[in-house]
């Protein structure tokens, strides 16, 4: 059981550029999402997704792009890339169940735009 | 967005030492997460409190949720090296997105 996997684990960018960040998870969960992190702002959601077919955006969506062809995978596609989008991205999934929505991480992608 | 504020920010502390991190907020949360997160790598779940005045121990460490569901605390007795890292709060409200905390980073010197 792998979990929730990410590639690549560092890019770096140029301005204007166009990339997509990979995420695969291999728990069965129908919840995932994609978070950036910066210093001093702790996590912050970018979209997620309650299942396959079905996408939503969370607080700072602006300049990204998801889609949620399969319960695996949950691909952010980054537009034309800015200096503002330098940040650590992270994927997480969880499970339906419940009322908690526990997140299950991946190791997060590094990314910086010059 | 239900705002979740953590304190302290940051804690140095000796190896051996009691410490106790806050996270409150305005908003009542139907459950609440904390997370450790170590250098590189993704946070993990510690624990999720669901009801009200609900405690949970993890060996040294216990967990605690406020009567009105709004605030909870960490506390680590007796803090190791190995406690070293970002602790963060996460707070469910009524849908899937989970409102987080900036973090306390705790730094535990031997």
Redesign the interface.
């Known amino acids: 059981n792998a979990g929730v996997t990410q590639t690549p684990k560092f890019q770096v960018l140029k301005t204007g550029q166009s990339m997509t960040l990979q995420c695969a998870q291999d728990m069965n969960h129908e919840y995932m999402s994609w978070y950036r992190q910066d210093p001093g702002m702790g996590l912050r959601l970018i979209h997620y997704s309650v299942g396959a077919g079905i996408t939503d955006q969370g607080e700072v969506p602006n300049g990204y792009n998801v889609s949620r062809s399969t319960t695996e995978d949950f691909p952010l596609r980054l537009l034309s890339a800015a200096p503002s989008q330098t940040s650590v991205y992270f994927c997480a999934s969880s499970y339906s169940g419940g009322v908690s929505y526990e997140q299950y991480f991946g190791p997060g992608t590094r990314l910086t735009v010059t | 967005?239900q705002l979740l504020e953590q304190s302290p920010q940051f804690l140095s502390i000796q190896e051996g030492e009691n410490l106790t991190v806050y996270c409150n907020s305005s908003s009542v949360f139907?459950?609440l997460?904390w997370?450790r997160q170590e250098p590189?790598?993704?946070?993990?779940?510690l624990v999720?409190v669901?009801t009200g005045g609900e405690v949970k121990k993890l060996k040294r460490l216990t967990f605690q949720f406020g009567d009105a569901r709004k605030d909870s605390s960490l506390h680590i007795t007796a803090a190791q090296p190995g406690d070293t890292g970002l602790y963060?709060c996460?707070g469910?409200g009524s849908g899937?997105?989970?409102n987080?905390?900036?973090?306390t980073s705790l730094l535990v010197t031997p």
């Open positions: 967005t139907s459950s997460q997370y590189g790598e993704g946070p993990v779940l999720t669901v963060l996460a469910a899937y997105a989970l987080f905390g900036k973090g």
